[in-house]
């Protein structure tokens, strides 16, 4: 894979709020920047949205997205500030909150049903995923579960492993639908608690179990012989 062109500021901090950056190229409806706190669509979750400010103007971020080796932010229309400007940029961080909210939730879910996860996405009112499972697990069961690993606030931690070890231990992918973010040869695995959860991932992630707070199994449906669907909302 090609080299990212931007810097993925949400990688190593996902709570800053705003960051100032430059712009480094323009599309008729996207801006590119050397670095980013927007969390570019992908695995699942949904792309950041805000605005960037220069002095005189405020623009919309109404997406983000990743193509190739680049993260565009997508605007309304084409923007007349210059290559090489500095802009003042600000997520939606509620929205993106309650994203990372769902997504972390999903990894804890993940690890109470043993099964591949075949399909998944996360809003920021709902997350679902798809397992791999010939029967319906039990709602409230999973209910319970769950949220007893919420509230044992546990921390969600960060560690880097090479593409050859995540070859030889395939077993670390849980995700059948998402490939793992191969980045410069690394993969960034993501560890709740001890051994609660432990997956490649390139999301975005509370850093402790609790801030979750309360969440309802909305749904557990049939989606066909090998394919049971969990649905999940904030309570
Ligand atoms: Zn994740």
């Known amino acids: 894979m090609n080299k990212l062109i931007t810097k993925e500021i949400f990688k190593e901090d996902p709570y800053k709020k705003n960051c100032i950056s430059k712009i480094i190229n323009i599309g008729n409806n996207w801006v590119e920047l050397d670095e980013t706190i927007f969390y570019a669509e992908g695995g699942g979750q949904l792309g950041d949205t805000g605005i960037i400010k220069t002095q005189n103007k405020e623009i919309t971020i109404e997406n983000t997205i990743r193509e190739n080796n680049s993260i565009k932010h997508i605007t309304s229309s084409k923007i007349d500030i210059g290559i090489g400007s500095t802009v003042d940029c600000i997520i939606d961080w509620e929205r993106r909150y ?138």
């Open 98 to 235: 309650k994203l990372m909210k769902m997504h972390t939730c999903l990894h804890l879910l993940c690890s109470i049903i043993d099964a591949k996860v075949t399909g998944g996405s996360v809003t920021d009112d709902k997350g679902r995923l798809d397992f791999n499972l010939d029967f319906k697990p039990n709602k409230e069961d999973l209910k319970i579960k769950l949220n007893n690993l919420i509230q044992g606030n546990y921390e969600v931690s960060y560690s880097w492993i090479s593409e050859k070890e995540l070859d030889e231990n395939p077993n670390l992918v849980k995700t059948m639908s998402v490939a793992p973010p191969r980045r410069n040869g690394t993969i960034r695995m993501v560890r709740i608690g001890d051994n609660i959860d432990y997956q490649p991932c390139g999301g975005t992630h509370v850093k402790h179990t609790s801030e979750i707070g309360s969440v309802n199994i909305t749904k557990v449906e049939n989606k066909g012989k090998l394919n049971k669907r969990v649905v999940v909302s904030f309570l």
